[in-house]
Antibody, heavy 123, light 110 residues
């Protein structure tokens, strides 16, 4: 059974960089068939797509976050990571990592999700 | 403001059917057939319940069904059960290859 687990600091200071890692178990991240993505959810609010990456490092970002986001993949560790720079209180959210199918092979929906981790931006 | 518009809340009694709408534009829902729906219980991660407008992943109850007409997608839950009480989110890609979510709909089972 595929499992995803987010890890990283739960508290980040304003203007600093948020860094999270998603560790994938029960399956390989080094696959042609899936993307690996990040979605966030401010407390009490809706979902927001951040972006996703492919095993070869190709990335796709939300236009609204593109200038501050980097998603990278480490196939040797079966992990992928999120970096969000210059954070503000508006970046406080539950951050989820998830798996998405590659078009033409699988549905373009996120079918496996991590449990999520709350990251608070505060001094 | 979310890119896709959902009603903030819907309610129904056990055994009844309810429908949640998700309205977009010709650049997203109207132009693509990969609308998805997610169910989220409090404190839990979202769960995929519908993909490609109307397909159910393995293990998802057939009480959940999806459809699309023009720029509006819909999720119907039939035979409402107490366990269906949750938040529901629609999603669609747009013509810039960005993923959009609806603002979410809170379903209350009376």
């Amino acid at each position: 059974q595929l499992q995803l687990q987010e890890s990283g600091p739960r508290l980040v200071k304003p203007s600093e960089t948020l860094s999270l890692t998603c560790t994938v178990s029960g399956g390989s991240i080094n696959t042609l068939n899936y993307y690996w993505g990040w979605i966030r959810q401010p407390p009490g609010k809706g979902l927001e797509w951040i972006g996703h990456t492919y095993y070869n490092g190709n990335t796709y970002y939300s236009p609204s976050l593109k200038s501050r986001v980097t998603i990278s993949v480490d196939t040797s560790e079966n992990q992928f990571s999120l970096r969000l720079t210059s954070v503000t209180a508006a970046d406080t959210a539950i951050y989820y990592c998830a798996r998405r199918g590659v078009e033409g092979v699988h549905p373009r929906s996120f079918d496996y999700w991590g449990q999520g981790t709350l990251v608070t931006v505060s001094s | 403001q979310s890119a896709l518009t959902q009603p903030a809340s819907v309610s129904g009694s056990p055994g009844q059917s309810i429908t949640i709408s998700c309205t977009g534009t010709s650049s997203d829902i109207g132009g693509f057939y990969d609308v998805s729906w997610y169910q989220q219980h409090p404190g839990k991660a979202p769960k995929l319940i519908i993909h490609d407008v109307s397909d159910r992943p393995s293990g998802v109850s057939n009480r959940f069904s999806g459809s699309k007409s023009g720029t509006t997608a819909s999720l119907t839950i039939s035979g409402l059960q107490a366990e269906d009480e949750a938040d529901y989110y629609c999603s669609s890609y747009n013509n810039r290859n960005s993923l959009l979510f609806g603002g979410g709909t809170k379903l209350t089972v009376l």
